[in-house]
């Protein structure tokens, strides 16, 4: 049964991997793209679905993947000795140290998981050491997102500011525009897609998982069973950041640019929103979340311009209201109401654990 | 200008912004201690705040500031009144929840003023007898200046602060807003209207948001983004001063308009920030529930 699943959720992987023999390239690049996107999706799914910690700093991430990957490409794509343009307008002689290691695919391949991985450590372990609330976390990584984005337009020297980095034409060699890289481009990301789904899938089944899953549902019980919830908090923190890493260098090769306006506090909640749409507790939901809410955005904002926030913020209210569990949910309760036996039912409701009760539940014990 | 001139003209410019960033953070202070509530449309309370100045001032340029204020207390306490009544009510008890539901109320307000105002920021002209500042011209502190403008803000956060002192600690309804407060079951159970005193908090503090966003419309243009800019900051106000204090807030208003007016002169704005957080992080590693801590003896709080 287990292996009958896996297989299914397999499937449209698949699918989505021969893409280039029957979707034509404008096509290719968006879902190259928002399944990039889907990587940071599930990151967020094990956080705030599984984990019960909302982190809307999520574009920081994803931003140190983006950049790491960014600066490489920008590297190679010069005359060697020669700085990228937007240092020479900002008058630097020579290249900063902390861009040294960029030259080299390898180190920048490894800047791409480390770097991402290793901030996001450090955060989670500074917000949960000391038993932060959940508020305060989500507070906290919110206005770290706004210093990133800060720091990254006011260091125009160095990050190119506000225009980002962009103008790439090889990547390790190979010409970046042609057909065939991006084709490769694109079966790298359904695959690393598929990889960091069932990484997910299989992290939810074994002890660490199960136990995140319970400090949402009672931190302190869990406390009183005898575990320290705060490492299981980091790991899945950690492994989060380094989907949104992964997401962020692959969503710049798709598109060819990174920059501030795609790692600040909006980009960050509207990450969140992917989620929300979906479901958060579910790592389809939130892939098929993401791929919707962009394909809508990509075809509201390029319609109607200032229908988009509109769009979005009424979306994001009913959905919040309407269907806490986002589609996954929607689509859990239609398949029982459907369901000829009430098995169905519950194999939807254990499938989804912890779907109900949603958000925080607060026990007093007073 | 000496240097100790100099870093006194900060220290005023730095009390300044505490001021305003002090108005913005109670009405999230007090939401949040009372309702376990993140209104993530507070900062744009404060927006329409600060354009509901401009309208008056578009209608009446000499009452600015006189017909104004009023009217952006009472326009954003309104708007904050039917928030409570259609959205909140329905999410007590997901605090992060509210916090999504109401990102999408400050994205239609957003959009709204852009619609209506323009994308771009529109300007109110203080009137003459804000318009100048107190010079000091000689002995060891000359060329500082205090602009009358900062001044009457700093007063009007003082006088506000200095009503819900009284508010709470003389009246019957604040007597109220500290039980619930403390207990809201037991508060329920002795005959204290809570939803009452919910609506009540949340409609003032939106209130006071969006008198923040008036004084604001005083030194700055207001922008559709306004609010978000300075939500953030004020957010960071609300941890550090623990959530739901009147003396927390106000502390660590002060300090973080201090601390980043003082950031600002040695590095700069983007570094400023970074500092900030750096610090509120350090901080919450001493103390996780903010400066002045609601005391509870429940197990588990939101």
Redesign the interface.
């Known amino acids: 049964m287990i292996r009958r699943s896996w297989i299914a959720a397999a499937l449209p992987f698949v699918i989505l991997a021969f893409a280039p023999l029957y979707v034509g390239p404008y096509y290719l690049g968006l879902i190259g793209r928002f399944t990039s996107l889907g990587i940071l999706a599930m990151g967020i799914v094990l956080v705030?679905g599984q984990g019960g910690v909302?982190p809307l700093g999520q574009g920081v991430f994803f931003g140190l993947g983006g950049y790491a990957m960014a600066m490489h490409l920008k590297l190679v794509a010069l005359p060697a000795g020669e700085l990228p343009d937007f240092m020479q307008w900002n008058g630097l002689e020579q290249l900063p140290l902390w861009w040294k290691p960029f030259t080299s695919p390898v180190l920048s391949l490894a800047a791409v998981i480390v770097v991402p991985g290793l901030a996001a450590g450090v955060l989670a372990w500074?917000?949960f050491?000391?038993?932060?609330?959940?508020?305060?976390i989500?507070?906290?990584t919110?206005?770290?997102a706004?210093?990133f984005a800060?720091?990254l337009?006011?260091?125009q020297g160095t990050t190119g500011g506000f225009n980002g980095l962009t103008d790439y034409t090889t990547l390790f060699g190979v010409p970046l525009g042609d057909e065939r890289t991006r084709t490769w481009l694109h079966v790298a990301t359904i695959v690393l897609a598929a990889g960091a789904y069932f990484f997910a899938r299989a992290l939810g089944a074994t002890q660490a998982g199960r136990l995140v899953t319970a400090v949402r549902d009672g931190?302190?019980r869990v406390r009183f069973l005898g575990y320290s919830p705060a490492p299981y908090k980091i790991l899945v923190f950690i492994i989060a950041g380094v989907f949104a890493g992964i997401a962020g260098a692959l969503h710049t090769l798709h598109l060819g640019l990174i920059s501030p306006a795609m790692v600040g506090?909006?980009p960050s909640?509207e990450m969140?929103?992917w989620v929300?749409v979906g479901g958060r507790a579910s790592l389809y939901g939130a892939l098929i979340g993401t791929l919707l809410v962009n394909v809508a955005k990509d075809s509201i904002s390029s319609a109607w311009p200032?229908a988009w926030?509109?769009v979005?913020?009424?979306?994001?209210?009913g959905v919040?209201?309407g269907t806490?569990r986002g589609l996954a949910g929607v689509v859990e309760t239609v398949a029982a109401r459907l369901g000829r036996t009430r098995v169905v039912a519950a194999a939807a409701a254990a499938a989804a654990p912890g779907a109900e009760p949603?958000?925080?539940?607060?026990?007093?014990?007073? | 200008m000496s240097s100790f001139a100099l870093a006194l003209s900060q220290l005023f410019d730095g009390l300044s912004v505490a001021s305003i960033l002090l108005l913005a953070a109670l009405g999230l202070s007090l939401s949040f201690g009372l309702m376990r509530v993140i209104n993530m449309a507070h900062g744009e309370l404060l927006m329409v705040g600060g354009y509901l100045v401009y309208v008056a001032h578009q209608i009446a340029p000499s009452a600015s500031i006189v017909l104004g204020l009023p009217l952006a207390f009472a326009g954003s306490a309104l708007l904050g009144a039917v928030l409570e009544r259609l959205l909140i009510r329905r999410l007590y008890g997901r605090p992060l929840d509210t916090l999504l539901a109401t990102w999408g109320v400050s994205l239609l307000l957003q959009q709204a003023a852009r619609s209506w105002f323009g994308p771009t920021g529109v300007e109110v002209t203080s009137p003459d007898w804000l318009a100048g500042s107190f010079a000091v011209d000689t002995g060891p502190l000359a060329g500082l200046a205090f602009a009358h403008v900062r001044l009457f803000i700093i007063a009007l956060a003082g006088l506000v602060l200095c009503g819900m002192v009284l508010l709470f600690g003389k009246t019957r309804i604040g007597l109220h807003i500290r039980a619930v407060n403390q207990n809201r079951a037991m508060s329920s159970a002795l005959g204290v209207n809570t939803r009452r005193v919910d609506l009540l908090v949340f409609a003032l503090g939106s209130g006071i948001a969006g008198l923040a966003g008036g004084v604001l419309a005083l030194i700055a243009p207001v922008t559709p983004t306004v609010g978000q800019s300075y939500v953030v900051d004020a957010f960071l106000v609300v941890i550090l001063g623990g959530m739901g204090t009147l003396r927390g807030t106000a502390i660590a208003a002060i300090l973080i308009g201090v601390l980043s007016a003082v950031a600002e002169t040695f590095t700069s704005i983007s570094f400023a920030k970074v500092l900030l957080l750096l610090f509120v992080i350090a901080f919450l590693q001493f103390r996780p529930k903010g400066l002045v801590a609601t005391r509870s003896r429940a197990l588990e709080e939101a």
Do not use: K
Not at chain 1, 129 to 136: A, D, I, L
Not at chain 1, 312 to 317: A, K, R, T
């Open positions: 705030w909302l500074l917000v050491r000391r038993r932060m609330t959940s508020v305060y989500a507070l906290i919110q206005a770290l706004l210093a800060t720091l337009i006011s260091q931190e302190n506090v909006v909640i969140v929103v929300a200032d926030l509109y979005m913020g009424l979306v994001f209210i919040v209201i806490p949603i958000g925080e539940e607060v026990t007093t014990h007073g």
